[in-house]
């Protein structure tokens, strides 16, 4: 029935019960939309985008992530990049920016996709970027003048939750809080 809607092969690396917990996620986000508020920005993001972020970073520890990857000049996200080769120093996500540069070169940028943000999890219930986060993804903005907004939600898989967040480059102190509009 419904179990047969979403045909993903993948199954959690903890349990198995991670599949029906990403559907209870992925339902909590769209039952969120209705809360909306006016200021907060949304994000376009395909369903199977949102069902990999949670089968990969929500079933796993925290500090992990990966990189978010959409159709050049569109406010749109297709793809989830685990960033399996990543570090986890001092508890915080490192990006393996190497492989993701290779990545972007040889798969991302001849499909015609650019990057769109990167996802983290945090221990807990921190759902804020910190101080460190803000500092690395203004960087990457200062060096991709075409990047408008950043997505940079973050994971807590002590809730196996996701909070959008966005930072924009007119404000590019501060996270703003996001929505995700899943399309499949
Ligand atoms: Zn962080």
């Given at each position: 029935m419904s179990e047969e809607k979403n045909n993903y092969k993948s199954v959690c690396t903890r349990c198995e019960q991670t599949k029906h917990l990403i559907r209870q996620?992925?339902?909590r986000l769209k039952t969120a939309e209705s809360d909306v508020c006016i200021k907060m920005v949304a994000i376009k993001i395909k369903h199977k985008a949102v069902y990999d972020l949670m089968n990969q970073v929500g079933s796993r520890l925290p500090e992990k992530g990966g990189v978010f990857v959409g159709p050049v000049g569109r406010d749109y996200i297709t793809e989830?990049?685990?960033d399996h080769s990543a570090t986890s120093t001092g508890g915080t996500y490192a990006p393996d920016y190497l492989t993701i540069n290779r990545k972007l070169h040889e798969d991302w940028e001849p499909a015609g996709l650019e990057i769109k943000g990167i996802a983290h999890s945090h221990p807990g219930n921190l759902d804020s970027l910190t101080r460190a986060d803000i500092s690395y993804i203004k960087r990457l903005m200062v060096n991709n003048p075409n990047m408008k907004t950043f997505v940079?939600?973050?994971?807590?898989?002590?809730?196996?939750?996701i909070r959008p967040l966005v930072v924009s480059r007119d404000q590019m102190n501060r996270a703003q809080q996001a929505y995700f509009e899943i399309v499949d």
């Open positions: 996620a992925i339902e989830f990049y685990f940079a939600p973050i994971v807590l898989p002590h809730h196996y939750a």
